[in-house]
């Protein structure tokens, strides 16, 4: 804005110049002409009074006007007509004014009814420039009118062209140094403006929210220190809040999983009281094959809390020691296990090693092609594959079926813990996939999903 300032200012005094020296231009050679006509009208009116009251009647009044006139007009540097009161020249200082067509032989009507006042005349030789004339009327001492005197004057510019120049260049460096000047004011202000802001900037860069926040340092209390103050402010109330926030994240993933874990326990366990309440009343009347009937319920019960430990534990569970295992064994038994189970693997398998262990490999298979399984049990002639390709550092598996496909609605949560549209088991299936792979590496996603079947997609890299 202040460069801004300073070049409108500059555009502004160029004008504003430029119109004073047109108007001083014409007052200039206003009273100039009114000088030289005045002169020249009292030096014609006393000679010719001269003449007029000279007892030497043979004296030529025509000669001695037409004398008088050269001689003014070498005097006055001007040139000056005679005209009759009728407006037709008489006689002129200069006669090249008449053919060539700068002044009139006929005096227009516009100079003849406005005598002694100055006048702007553009003649036919020249319309776009114009011409100062002073008409004055002659007057004896009688008072008789003796004609017009006409001295015509050409404007020209108050100041060289030269002089012009040399102001224009003047003022042209006169503003350029104060744009320079205003420059630096300017860089400064806003390098002492930006540098706060940059400060600020780089600092809310720097310090993310997962990470330590530090304060600001600024020793001015200028607006820039007033916004750093609200900054500091701020990092503290964050940093509060992010504590409080992690704790109660914390207490509420606990709270979470004790619920859950107490939820999945306690299924088993109600069953296991009924059946154990049942058999007490007639435990004196119980047959073998009662007792062992009871013994299988029981056993099943509890493998079904095993299983929940288990699902709950895969969960906290880091890598295993063993990080590497062939792939075309694991998919061969993940064959053999399932016989429906189309598989389709490259040649090229053979020898190709993963980063993950076996029996992580094996329950991230099991645990898809089992959901592939169910999903197209519903249907009349259930289908489900297993497909296995890798390239130079990546393995990718994809499990698809022919089952009633995945509600849209749900494809963001599948893979949150205790998410299930099924009656049973612990949602807790996709969930331990997501873990396994992220522990390796990996990634899961849903390839494709239809009412026609679903397909899902992870990867692993191969080891080096």
Same mark, same amino acid.
């Given at each position: 804005?202040m460069l801004?300032?300073v070049?409108?200012?500059?555009v502004?005094?160029?004008?504003?110049?430029?119109?004073?020296?047109?108007?001083?231009n014409?007052?200039?050679?206003k /009273?100039?002409?009114?000088?030289k006509?005045?002169?020249?009208e009292?030096?014609?009116?006393?000679e010719?009074?001269?003449?007029i009251?000279?007892?030497?009647? $043979?004296?030529?009044?025509?000669?001695?006007?037409?004398?008088?006139?050269?001689?003014l007009?070498?005097?006055?540097?001007?040139?000056v007509?005679?005209?009759?009161?009728?407006?037709?020249?008489?006689?002129?200082?200069?006669?090249e004014?008449?053919?060539?067509g700068?002044?009139?032989?006929q005096l227009?009507?516009?100079?003849?009814?406005?005598?002694?006042q100055?006048?702007?005349?553009r003649?036919?030789?020249?319309?776009?420039?114009?011409?100062?004339?002073? =008409?004055? /009327?002659?007057?004896d001492?009688?008072?008789?009118?003796?004609?017009?005197?006409?001295?015509p004057y050409?404007?020209?510019?108050?100041?060289s062209? $030269?002089?012009?120049?040399?102001?224009?260049?003047?003022?042209?460096?006169?503003?350029?140094?104060?744009?320079?000047?205003?420059?630096?004011?300017?860089?400064?202000?806003?390098r002492?403006?930006? #540098?706060?802001?940059?400060?600020?900037?780089?600092?809310?860069?720097?310090?993310?929210?997962?990470?330590?926040?530090?304060?600001?340092?600024? #020793?001015?209390?200028?607006?820039?220190?007033?916004?750093?103050?609200?900054?500091?402010?701020?990092?503290?109330?964050?940093?509060?809040n992010?504590?409080?926030?992690?704790?109660?994240?914390k207490?509420?993933?606990w709270?979470?999983?004790?619920?859950?874990v107490?939820?999945?326990?306690?299924?088993?366990?109600?069953?296991?009281?009924?059946?154990?309440?049942?058999?007490?009343?007639k =435990?004196?009347?119980? $047959?073998?094959e /009662?007792?062992h009937? !009871?013994?299988?319920?029981?056993?099943?019960?509890?493998?079904?809390? $095993?299983?929940? =430990?288990?699902?709950?534990?895969?969960?906290?569970?880091g890598?295993?020691k063993d990080?590497?295992?062939?792939i075309?064994?694991i998919?061969?038994?993940?064959? =053999?296990?399932?016989?429906?189970?189309?598989?389709?693997?490259?040649?090229?398998?053979?020898?190709v090693q993963?980063?993950?262990? #076996?029996?992580?490999l094996?329950r991230?298979?099991?645990?898809?092609?089992?959901?592939?399984?169910?999903?197209?049990?519903?249907?009349?002639?259930?289908?489900?594959?297993?497909?296995?390709?890798h390239?130079?550092?990546?393995?990718?598996?994809?499990?698809?079926d022919n089952?009633c496909?995945?509600d849209p609605?749900?494809?963001?949560d599948? !893979?949150q813990?205790?998410?299930t549209t099924?009656?049973r088991?612990t949602?807790?299936?996709?969930a331990i996939v997501?873990?396994?792979?992220?522990?390796?590496?990996?990634?899961?996603?849903?390839?494709?999903?239809?009412?026609?079947g679903?397909?899902?997609c992870?990867?692993?890299?191969i080891?080096?």
């Amino acid at each position: 804005m202040m460069l801004l300032l300073v070049a409108v200012s500059f555009v502004i005094t160029g004008i504003v110049s430029s119109l004073h020296f047109k108007n001083a231009n014409k007052i200039y050679h206003k /009273e100039r002409l009114l000088r030289k006509e005045k002169a020249i009208e009292a030096h014609l009116i006393r000679e010719i009074a001269q003449v007029i009251h000279s007892p030497n009647k $043979t004296i030529d009044l025509n000669a001695i006007i037409a004398e008088e006139i050269q001689a003014l007009s070498k005097i006055h540097h001007t040139d000056v007509m005679l005209y009759g009161m009728n407006g037709h020249i008489i006689m002129s200082s200069n006669p090249e004014l008449l053919v060539d067509g700068t002044m009139p032989r006929q005096l227009p009507e516009g100079i003849r009814y406005r005598r002694n006042q100055v006048v702007n005349f553009r003649s036919d030789k020249s319309k776009d420039s114009e011409i100062m004339v002073y =008409a004055a /009327e002659l007057i004896d001492d009688d008072g008789h009118p003796l004609g017009i005197m006409v001295v015509p004057y050409a404007l020209e510019d108050y100041l060289s062209p $030269t002089e012009e120049g040399a102001f224009y260049e003047a003022l042209a460096t006169l503003y350029v140094i104060i744009f320079l000047i205003a420059s630096l004011i300017a860089l400064f202000l806003s390098r002492s403006i930006t #540098r706060g802001v940059e400060v600020v900037s780089n600092a809310m860069k720097n310090n993310p929210l997962t990470s330590d926040r530090k304060h600001i340092a600024w #020793r001015s209390r200028d607006e820039i220190g007033v916004l750093v103050n609200q900054y500091n402010l701020m990092i503290d109330q964050l940093a509060d809040n992010a504590k409080q926030l992690a704790q109660a994240e914390k207490e509420s993933a606990w709270k979470q999983m004790a619920q859950q874990v107490a939820h999945e326990v306690k299924n088993p366990l109600t069953p296991m009281r009924l059946m154990t309440q049942m058999h007490a009343t007639k =435990a004196g009347n119980l $047959t073998a094959e /009662e007792v062992h009937a !009871f013994a299988d319920g029981m056993l099943a019960q509890i493998d079904a809390m $095993t299983q929940v =430990a288990d699902d709950f534990s895969q969960l906290s569970k880091g890598p295993s020691k063993d990080k590497s295992t062939f792939i075309a064994p694991i998919v061969l038994e993940i064959q =053999a296990a399932y016989p429906m189970l189309k598989v389709l693997i490259p040649r090229s398998l053979e020898g190709v090693q993963s980063v993950v262990n #076996r029996e992580r490999l094996i329950r991230v298979l099991n645990n898809l092609i089992s959901n592939a399984k169910e999903a197209s049990a519903l249907v009349d002639k259930p289908q489900f594959s297993l497909m296995v390709v890798h390239d130079e550092h990546w393995l990718t598996f994809t499990i698809k079926d022919n089952g009633c496909g995945i509600d849209p609605a749900n494809l963001e949560d599948i !893979f949150q813990p205790r998410f299930t549209t099924k009656s049973r088991g612990t949602g807790l299936g996709l969930a331990i996939v997501k873990a396994i792979l992220d522990r390796f590496g990996g990634t899961i996603w849903v390839e494709s999903s239809s009412p026609e079947g679903s397909e899902f997609c992870f990867t692993l890299p191969i080891k080096a």
